[in-house]
């Protein structure tokens, strides 16, 4: 398998960036006019300034651009030119079955892990990252799955609660639910952002340090562990719960995490990340080819590569987003997703060369420690580009700086195409900027 890892430094020269809005998803390289507007762009027809590399192929994936604070979508960079993209999932509805799952366990099993018997079913959660949009939906999700969620400008506040073991914290509630004929009551006992001291989020080790603390606090009042992913949840679940026999819940459906269903993790959310790695690379391998969008994900390509949207996906043509559907992954089924880097049966099949020839991407994993994005998303990368017949360069970048990534694309016109997982969401124009030359 053709793999070329970029990891040598290259100076760039920052530029200033002058871009407006461009067509619609619904053909592709060659869209018409349309798409909402934002704060930053309203969206109108392309007219993207700049060199060569300004019309090339760019897929946002993974962190969609927007603003970090309001989860405004940054539509300018989502309309950088007629051939950009966002691929990632559907956060919200992900959110809302991860909360569900939660809540179908603790109705099944409240007698059981109740583990001190005073009917309050207490629960830790780690959060992310606070100004990432699938974070922020996560909390939400189980928040208001479990009851325990607060109204905030007009959504769930997603804010840390610190720590709320006596239930007065003003970001969050005391639930109640009866069961079997008995009333809990459902708390949330404690909860923080897991970001270390160099500043990246999503940390497991921050997330192990903390259950510790939590744990060495609160002792039996913790009945369950929640987290915005696996990465953190394994950390927890291998640190404490796991022999405590305490049900943790992630999401990303990453190998390790499914496996340990069968050890006592409750439960995580697969995000189709083989959907989302397929269209990650079908997206930019569609205009490269001057071919509808839509060929080989909702209308089949001429080897029989074809999704099914409303199954495995969902398009929304005025965000100019994919966004793959979610599953839930519990011990009822869990041994359907152990391999969580196999390729998507649907999309398998090469593509020909005469008339899909070989073209070169510049890609980048915003943190090559990302558990999820290193140990999942990538290694399906690195089965689709073959498939699809794209020559890829992997960077991976620390987590905490953009400049880190964007140093090292300092020859954006070698490339015919890119892929870009940006470290915050607000920081689009660090990379268009470049393509600006």
């Known amino acids: 398998m053709r793999k070329n890892k970029l990891f040598a430094l290259l100076a760039v020269a920052a530029l200033s960036v002058s871009m407006v809005g461009c067509g619609s998803g619904s053909t592709g390289s060659t869209g018409s006019t349309g798409s909402t507007g934002s704060s930053e762009s309203s969206g109108s027809a392309a007219s993207t300034s700049g060199g060569a590399n300004s019309t090339k192929p760019l897929v946002w994936f993974n962190r969609q651009p927007s603003n970090s604070s309001t989860g405004e979508l940054d539509m300018t960079a989502l309309n950088f030119n007629d051939s950009t993209y966002y691929v990632g999932f559907d956060a919200n509805q992900g ?112 997330a192990g340090n903390a259950i510790g603390t939590w744990s060495a606090s609160f002792g039996d009042e913790i ?129 020909d060369s005469s008339s899909s020839p070989e073209k070169k991407v510049w890609l980048d994993i915003y943190n090559a420690s990302d558990n999820f994005l290193s140990s999942t998303y990538q290694p399906l990368l690195e089965n689709y580009d073959d498939l699809l017949n794209l020559k890829v360069d992997y960077i991976g970048g620390d987590g905490q700086t953009e400049s880190n990534i964007t140093n090292r694309l300092g020859n954006p016109s070698e490339y015919d195409a890119f892929a870009i997982n940006m470290v915050k969401t607000d920081n689009a124009s660090s990379y268009t900027s470049i393509l600006q030359q």
């Open 95 to 206: 959110a809302e079955l991860q909360g569900q799952m939660v809540m179908d366990y603790i109705k099944a099993n409240a007698a059981t892990i109740d583990r001190n018997g005073d009917g309050v079913i207490g629960y830790v959660l780690a959060i992310g990252d606070i100004g990432h949009n699938d974070s922020i939906a996560r909390t939400r999700g189980v928040r208001d799955a479990l009851g325990t969620g607060v109204e905030a400008s007009g959504s769930t506040d997603a804010s840390p609660a610190g720590t709320n073991t006596d239930g007065s914290a003003s970001v969050v509630k005391d639930a109640t639910v009866d069961i079997d004929g008995k009333s809990y009551t459902i708390r949330e006992l404690a909860s923080q952002e897991m970001k270390n001291s160099a500043g990246a989020t999503w940390d497991a080790a921050t």
């Open 223 to 351: 009945d369950v562990v929640v987290s915005n992913n696996d990465g953190m949840g394994m950390s927890m679940f291998n640190a404490w719960a796991k022999d405590n026999k305490v049900p943790t819940f992630g999401y990303d459906a990453n190998s390790d995490a499914v496996a340990a269903i069968a050890e006592g993790y409750g439960g995580t959310i697969s995000q189709h990340a083989d959907v989302q790695a397929y269209l990650t690379l079908r997206v930019l391998r569609n205009a490269l080819d001057g071919v509808d969008v839509d060929t080989g994900i909702g209308t089949a390509d001429d080897a029989g590569n074809q999704l099914e949207e409303g199954v495995d996906y969902r398009y929304s043509e005025e965000e100019r987003s994919y966004y793959a559907l979610n599953v839930a992954v519990t011990a009822d089924n869990y041994q359907d997703f152990t391999d969580s880097t196999k390729v998507y049966d649907k999309v398998s099949k090469q593509l």
